[in-house]
């Protein structure tokens, strides 16, 4: 597992899918004993806003994550520096890989689909390679995780536990490298 690792992760508002994705990843590289430095945006952001109840309740209900200052965290629209900064961004739909090939062209090979990273990368590749072979490729809706926005406290709750299990396989595909 790479030891040092800048991961965006990336969804529309980032006031759900993006920040919950971060959150577990923080706490995944914690309990391997790596320092990944986390950033979360999204590409459609009202600067500033703060993570909905719902989505608190589903952090909450994984008690796997233990305790972090949910509370602190505010929107944040994706830019150049953030890419810059990312070894890889993490995409909650292929939308978000699109609109990084779109927008940060220079970068568009850090950009790939959580669900289609966990799927198609290579167990005996370097973590490079398999970032630039995902990226690669045409991203898949089919891959997509199903944004909770405007869904009940069930409907986050089972993007929550979606996510934690892709963070999970994110996770072990790199213990590797």
Known sequence: MPSSLNILTLCTGN?????ML???????????????QLRSAGTHVIEGSAISPR???????????GE????AHRSHQVNEDDVA???IVLASEANHVNYVRRHF????????????????AALDESFEDTRDEVSSREP??????????GGDAATYIA??????????AFAVLLEDD
Request: include cysteine; hydrophobic fraction near 45%.
């Open 105 to 120: 062209p220079l970068h568009a090979y850090k950009a790939v689909s959580l669900h289609q990273f966990v799927l198609d």
């Open 15 to 19: 006031v759900a899918r993006s920040v």
């Open 68 to 71: 972090h200052h949910y509370g």
């Open 140 to 149: 898949d809706p089919a891959c997509d995780v199903r944004d909770p926005a």
């Open 22 to 36: 971060a959150f577990m990843l923080q706490t995944i590289g914690e309990a391997n004993g790596v320092r990944w």
């Open 85 to 87: 900064w990312a070894d």
């Open 159 to 168: 993007c929550a536990q979606e996510l934690w299990e892709l963070a999970q």
């Open 55 to 65: 989505t608190l309740r589903a952090l909450q209900s994984l008690d796997e994550l």
